[in-house]
Structures are given as C-alpha cells and as structure tokens.
C-alpha cells in the first residue's frame, strides 16, 4: 500500500467528497460520541452539507481552500478552510476559518489529520492579516487539545445545528 498523497482538491472530487464527509461525520459524531441526533435532523443535514451538489458549490466558492489525502484513489481525509463564518463579535468574513478537517475511520492515527491542519493554517496565515478562526463540538476534546498545541484558544461558544438539533460548539482563535 502506498503512502497517501495530499492535494489540492478537485471538482471531479465533489462527490466521493459527500460521501467521506457523510461517513466521517457519522463515524465520528454518532458512532464515536453517541450523540442521539433525531433521523430526520440527521438526514437533513447530511443532505444540506454532503451532497454532491452542494459540495460542488462548496468547491467553487470564491476565496476558500480544499484539500485531500488520497491513497490508491481513494480518499482518506480532507480539510476546508475560507472566510470567517463562526458568529463572535471579534470575526469578520475577511478573517478565515477551518471550516471541517475530517479524517475517515480508516485513516486514524496516520498522521493526516496534523497534516492537513498544517497546511490549511499556512495557507490561512498567508490569506488574512487577521486571527484564525475555528468551531469545535465541545465534547471533542481530543480535536480541542490538537488545536490547543497549534496556539488556538477558546474565545466563546455558540450552537451549532444539525437539523433542528444544536450542538454546543466552543469557537477557538489563534492570533
């Protein structure tokens, strides 16, 4: 087996983009962390934020950043940064954002996860002269500590939905 390979993504890559993104976040959230997400919240939410068209439209988006490990073809992880959304009175859009940085079940402990945030904090650095943003489900504290070691700090706290369900998000800033 090969060592997997990071790049930039493409827009070839929208859909097994969704279908990672849709695995991960239940692997991880569900399945890891138990949260009891009520099946149509769930369902509505994997469709709004996994679909291929949506990612594809995500892919597109003007002044944001998409990469992904791959190995053999397949991808293994992936991270998106781009302007600030988190809502803190300190944030602006012009400020960016780790928006999701997902490492697949499989993947785990193959160092991608620190791979792609290094690379996704450089190119954010080198995109804003102002603080680094990122949204973290509070109960993650393994994610929490990760971000800790790369200087960010907790900043405020906000809900973040999945459905009609709210999850509580901690909102870290570095810089």
């Known amino acids: ?86 809502p803190h009175p300190d944030a602006r859009p012009a400020q960016m954002e780790l928006r999701r940085l997902y490492v697949s079940r499989a993947a785990q402990g193959l160092g991608l996860g620190t791979k792609l945030l290094t690379l996704s904090l450089d190119w954010m650095e080198a995109h804003t002269d102002g603080p680094l943003w990122i949204g973290v489900w509070s109960g993650n504290l393994k994610a929490q500590r990760l971000y800790a070691a790369h200087g960010f700090e907790k900043v405020g706290e906000y809900q973040y939905p999945v459905g009609r369900w709210l999850d509580d998000e901690f909102i870290l800033r570095r810089g």
Do not use: C, H
């Open 1 to 86: 087996m090969t060592d997997a390979a990071i790049r930039p993504a493409r827009p070839q890559d929208a859909e097994a983009l969704g279908v990672l993104g849709r695995e991960t976040f239940i692997d991880t959230f569900v399945t890891g962390f138990g949260i009891p997400y009520p099946e149509p919240d769930l369902g509505d939410f994997l469709q709004a934020s996994f679909s291929p068209q949506v990612v594809a439209t995500k892919l597109a988006e003007p002044g944001a950043a998409w990469w992904v490990a791959e190995r053999d073809g397949a991808l293994l992880a992936f991270a998106n940064a781009g302007p600030n959304t988190l």
